[in-house]
């Protein structure tokens, strides 16, 4: 297995702080969002209509707007039952072409085909049980948009119950940060999320999706100790020829732009398909 070494901790740490200076950050956005969620006046109704969340348009596209690119997505999904003219609704808006964003219209009729089932997934029911913002995904957000990503979702306790907020992380902008920590093709690394599958990678040989092994040596990004309920690692996959440590020349070479962006542009992940 990979040897390690002072220059693989430094560039692991490298690639920590550069995670969570972006994810950090937007996790206090959203807690400021759902504090001012819960300071409204339709969070202390037991039964409130739909439109008494109209505000929470002028909470979230600022977010998206703040926050782009890292964010292609973001919202709140409500309590089923909470809302007194409607069994279940989402306001979630996505980045649409030319920077715009707009209103995601989710099939929320039981009857339906398409029916958007979101109180049965995971990235709803983790939060409500935990107490704690999560990450899920790698997935496919089986709604009208249908991008493969991480959502962040954060329970937001009022009086008609626990709504959900959250915001869909882009896959790309989050390799391309990892990517850049990492400056490197050797040896490989992979940022792996808390169901076990592989965010980002330095290598197309773990393309985001992809489960990653338990014996990968391990480092940590994310844990309960940061107030957030799903771990995410940094992992080094690779086992050299005779199980010995590359030649520090080798192994600690910068990669050039040239490389990195190949290496970026041979990623095309593969997720699992929320269900």
Known sequence: ???????????????????????????????????????????????????????????????????????????????????????????????????????????????????????????????????????????????????????????VPTASGIHVLGCDLSLAHLESLFVQAIAAVDPVFALVGGGGRVLASNSARHAPGTKASDAWHSWPAFSAEDGFGTVWTIRAPDAYPGGRRRPSSQAGTCASRRSISRVAAGVSGTAERAT
């Open 1 to 155: 297995m990979v040897e390690i070494d002072i220059a693989m901790t430094i560039t692991v740490e490298r690639a920590v702080l550069a995670i969570r200076s972006a994810i950090q950050p937007l996790l206090s956005e959203l807690r400021v969002i759902s504090a001012a969620l819960q300071r409204n006046r339709a969070a202390g109704l037991v039964a409130p209509p739909r439109c008494a969340f109209d505000f929470m348009a002028e909470l979230v596209v600022p977010l998206l707007e703040r926050q782009g690119p890292l964010i292609v997505g973001a919202g709140v999904a409500y309590s089923p039952g909470s809302l007194v003219d409607q069994v279940s609704w989402l306001d979630w808006w996505s980045r649409r072409d030319l920077g715009r964003f707009g209103h995601v219209w989710y099939d929320l009729d039981p009857q339906s085909v398409s029916f958007y089932d979101y109180a049965s997934r995971e990235w709803f029911q983790a939060p409500r049980e935990s107490g704690l913002p999560v990450a899920i995904g790698p997935y496919v957000d089986a709604g009208e948009t249908f991008v493969n990503t991480v959502r962040l979702a954060m329970p």
